[in-house]
């Protein structure tokens, strides 16, 4: 379905867009389906955008914010359209400007010696890692979506992944921005400096912001050596606890090298085993309550890998917690166990609508936390199924909620979906943790924010929005939900 075109084609913004970046690169729903601009990921929303331009470079981004400041038009700043919190697709209101960076491609240095790429904002994820290996060197931040999620976007919601354990969040491997600000001025912060104390970091304040503060047009990422060997291994488990324990044997046996350490429950499996049946399965073990995946990185070599991952392998099952377990013997099988790993999502979406949590515990709460919320979850909605699966090394959940089997899964989130939100929600809180891991705020989870977060955090983050954006037009609406209209400047 294809929304109403709610734009006059004398539109005095778009008239002054089509004179920034040429009248093919400001399309409406007059002249072209928006689809991919305005619906989301998961296709639960569609909004109504009243255009997306597109800029071909930084000159072109200024010019456009400059234009719709001139207008008193909100923007939307887009990347890959991969989010999952409505951060980058327009609202219904049919007066939002989506932004789209994906013109920005370009890879403009990549320096050996600093250990550095600079890439633009709407460049892919999976080319600025192939222009990394093309030089020998890695960049260690590698997500589900990589394929089609764009760096600009990856940043400003503060992406994670599953190397977040060994490297960080994307703010992590990030050394310099470029951004435009709210009223078309252009911050040049590419240096790429590791050490750099002249006053407020204003890269971290940008990093995470989702759009809400300036347009992030380029960057400056970390990278560090290639690895002399990688090796991946898949353990079953018998409870959470136990891939607690073997997250801690792993640890010390593998100390850094340890740069992966995924956890999956036996539902997940189950479900890739019924919409995947292709994928070959890895163990015997199949029913066992938990699987782990973990990565070592190497400096030294396989041979020495291998070792030391047996070794810690088989230190897991003298102590019990791993029932079985195996190392993958060609890249070809390693690439397979992840597969399996990164199909959970795509599932679930086979398997129909679905609730989702991102969320974030300290470790040693994730077993406490997971069986309470179990106990809660069945007597608010008996017989639904919890799809528990995630980044466990670094304490990130996707606690993820499928209806009832045979049951209508839209009917089920019509009639439950906010009542499991606030019920894991407030266990979250309870144990110490975060309603948002990797996934960011957008719009999706605006309106909850204030029930968990701080007030005087909350006070500060209005305080930042208002100083660098006081007429509200950089994605309004999305991480604060107290949404002010646009003013005149």
């Known amino acids: 379905m294809s929304a109403p075109n709610v ?4 539109d005095a913004v778009l008239d002054a867009l089509r004179a920034v970046v040429g009248p093919e690169h400001v399309l409406t729903t007059a002249t072209h389906d928006l689809t991919a601009w305005e619906q989301d990921w998961r296709r639960r929303h569609r909004g109504r955008a009243r255009a997306v331009v597109r800029p071909a470079d930084t000159a072109q981004v200024a010019a456009v914010v400059r234009a ?3 207008h008193g038009a909100p923007i939307v700043p887009q990347g890959g359209n991969t989010g999952l919190v409505l951060g980058g697709v327009p609202d219904a209101s049919g007066t939002e400007v989506v932004l789209s960076l994906q013109r920005l491609q370009r890879i403009r240095a990549l320096d050996r010696d600093n250990l550095t790429l600079t890439v633009e904002a709407g460049c892919v994820l999976q080319a600025a890692q192939q222009a990394a290996a093309d030089a020998g060197l890695w960049l260690p931040l590698s997500l589900a979506s990589e394929g089609s999620c764009t760096v600009g976007g990856v940043l400003a919601t503060n992406a994670g992944g599953t190397q977040v354990l060994r490297f960080g969040n994307a703010r992590d491997l990030c050394l310099g921005l470029e951004v435009v600000t709210a009223d078309g001025r252009v911050w040049d912060g590419l240096r790429g400096l590791r050490k750099d104390n002249t006053g407020y970091d204003l890269r971290h304040l940008f990093i995470g912001s989702e759009g809400t503060l300036g347009v992030i047009t380029a960057a400056v990422l970390k990278l560090v050596p290639q690895p ?12 959470l606890a136990a891939a607690v324990a073997l997250l801690g044997v792993a640890q010390r046996h593998l100390g850094p090298g340890l740069t992966g350490f995924e956890v999956m429950n036996r539902l997940a499996l189950q479900l890739v085993r019924r919409h995947f049946p292709a994928l070959p399965q890895p163990l015997t073990e199949q029913d066992a309550p938990y699987a782990v995946l973990l990565e070592l990185s190497d400096p030294e070599g396989e041979t020495h890998a291998r070792a030391q991952l047996e070794a810690s392998l088989t230190h897991a099952l003298q102590e019990g917690c791993a029932l079985d377990a195996v190392v993958a013997s060609s890249v070809a099988q390693a690439r397979t166990l992840w597969h399996i790993r990164e199909c959970i999502p795509l599932a679930q979406a086979e398997e129909g609508l679905n609730i989702k949590h991102d969320i974030s515990l300290p470790v040693s709460r994730i ?15 008996p017989g639904a199924r919890l799809v528990n699966f995630g980044h466990l090394g670094d ?3 996707h606690f993820n909620v499928q209806c009832p089997e045979g049951a209508d899964a839209a009917a089920f989130l019509r009639a439950h979906e906010a009542a499991i939100n606030t019920l894991v929600y407030d266990l979250v809180r ?5 309603i948002s891991a990797e996934h960011g705020i957008g719009r999706l989870k605006a309106a909850t924010l204030p029930r968990y977060q701080d007030p005087v955090a909350l006070a500060l983050m209005r305080a930042i929005k208002h100083a660098l954006d006081p007429h509200h037009r950089l994605n309004p609406g999305r991480v604060l939900a107290d949404r002010q209209a646009p003013t005149a400047p």
């Open 395 to 397: 304490g990130n959940l």
């Open 228 to 239: 002399a060997a990688q090796l991946t291994a898949w353990a079953a488990v018998p409870s």
């Open 430 to 434: 309870a144990h110490g943790g975060s």
């Open 68 to 70: 719709c400041a001139a």
């Open 367 to 381: 077993p406490a936390f997971c069986a309470q919320a179990e106990v809660e979850l069945q007597r608010h909605a």
């Open 7 to 10: 734009t006059a084609p004398d």
